[in-house]
T-cell receptor
Framework: AQSVTQPDIHITVSEGASLELRCNYSYGATPYLFWYVQSPGQGLQLLLKYFSGDTLVQGIKGFEAEFKRSQSSFNLRKPSVHWSDAAEYFCAVGVSEYGNKLVFGAGTILRVKS | ETGVTQSPTHLIKTRGQQVTLRCSSQSGHNTVSWYQQALGQGPQFIFQYYREEENGRGNFPPRFSGLQFPNYSSELNVNALELDDSALYLC????????????FGSGTRLTVV
């Protein structure tokens, strides 16, 4: 069955420090991979997505992610974190079955300390 | 272009009652998907509607049902509410089913007491 694992429930980084959020997926076919961000009381905003091609994907707000097929990973990175990046981040895999759905990980809560 | 609008934003229901949540899809989008996000968890797929027909369903019981209207807006109905139904319900619209370009609404926070 398809699944997404985000090993870190919480991460705290200092403002200006670099960030890496981990994501591992399990899916038999070529994956469509996504990172979303959710601020408190808000819906999900798409940061970036990987469908094919270059394994390093650039997204909004200075985020990037690298697809590594050999490790079944799609880690999210940002070179310098801003206080406004504090939110919850979700990794998801697109599953093409009866309909097209997203299977999400449990999320990682990012705290930014000044 | 307008985004996805969900109503109400919050509501409280009693166990055993029924509830209807509403979603207006983004202009031009003909596909609506519903997700349940329990506290501390990622969203889970409930079902998808495409041109007024169910086009996919997750592992939810039949008391979760939906509708899509000719203007592509949608409703999620939950009968016989249980305490575990307390969650944030997210609606997402997209252009065609084979497109993962979802736009999510801000959700409806349902509390069952």
């Amino acid at each position: 069955a398809q699944s997404v694992t985000q090993p870190d429930i919480h991460i705290t980084v200092s403002e200006g420090a670099s960030l890496e959020l981990r994501c591992n997926y399990s899916y038999g076919a070529t994956p469509y991979l996504f990172w979303y961000v959710q601020s408190p009381g808000q819906g999900l905003q798409l940061l970036l997505k990987y469908f094919s091609g270059d394994t390093l994907v650039q997204g909004i707000k200075g985020f990037e992610a690298e697809f590594k097929r050999s490790q079944s990973s799609f880690n999210l990175r940002k070179p310098s974190v801003h206080w406004s990046d504090a939110a919850e981040y979700f990794c998801a895999v697109g599953v093409s079955e009866y309909g097209n759905k997203l299977v999400f990980g449990a999320g990682t809560i990012l705290r930014v300390k000044s | 272009e307008t985004g996805v609008t969900q109503s109400p934003t919050h509501l409280i229901k009693t166990r055993g009652q029924q509830v209807t949540l509403r979603c207006s899809s983004q202009s031009g989008h003909n596909t609506v998907s519903w997700y349940q996000q329990a506290l501390g968890q990622g969203p889970q797929f409930i079902f998808q509607y495409y041109r007024e027909e169910e086009n996919g369903r997750g592992n939810f019981p039949p008391r979760f049902s939906g509708l899509q209207f000719p203007n592509y807006s949608s409703e999620l109905n939950v009968n016989a509410l249980e305490l575990d139904d307390s969650a944030l319900y997210l609606c997402a619209s997209s252009l065609e089913t084979a497109n993962y370009g979802y736009t999510f609404g801000s959700g409806t926070r349902l509390t069952v007491v």
